[in-house]
């Protein structure tokens, strides 16, 4: 009788620490650019520095690279965007790994699309 209770008792925690365990799936979903999506430099990277207001701090007299439309390209790569390799590149690292200013998860995947599909002036 004590060996079924103890039994009982170990599946009974068993349990419970499964079913907490479950419960704690992230609520965000990674988000995913589809494979043959051509990402385009001036449609998709460049509003990203708009929306996070980046040129108020990375601008000709400020922060280096400077993110103004006219200079955001030539700053960038090769200085800050490896082509080709988005993990080596500072702007990629900076905003995903560091948390620097917090941009959304499409954001950061269009970057990375961008950077790895060759960071080109398109
Ligand atoms: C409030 C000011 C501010 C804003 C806004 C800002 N940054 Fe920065 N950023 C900095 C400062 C200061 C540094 C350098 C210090 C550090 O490493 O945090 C930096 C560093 C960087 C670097 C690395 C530079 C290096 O020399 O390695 C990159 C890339 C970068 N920022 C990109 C961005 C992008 C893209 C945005 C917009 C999404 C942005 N920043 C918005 C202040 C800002």
Redesign the pocket.
């Known amino acids: 009788m004590k060996k079924l209770l103890k039994i009982v008792l170990v599946s009974s925690i068993t349990l419970l620490f499964f079913s907490c365990y479950y419960d704690e799936f992230p609520e965000e979903v990674a988000v995913v650019i589809p494979e043959n999506q051509v990402v385009s430099f001036a449609d998709d990277i460049a509003p990203?520095?708009v929306t996070?207001?980046?040129t108020?701090?990375?601008n000709a007299t400020g922060?280096?690279?400077n993110?103004t439309a006219s200079s955001q390209y030539t700053s960038l790569v090769p200085s800050?965007v490896i082509a080709g390799n988005s993990n080596s590149s500072?702007?990629y690292t900076?905003?995903a790994i560091n948390d620097?200013?917090n941009?959304d998860a499409e954001s950061l995947a269009l970057i990375k699309k961008w950077i790895d599909d060759g960071a080109e002036n398109n």
């Open positions: 990203i520095f996070y207001n980046c108020e701090c990375h922060q280096s690279p993110l800050y500072d702007l900076m905003l620097h200013r941009v």
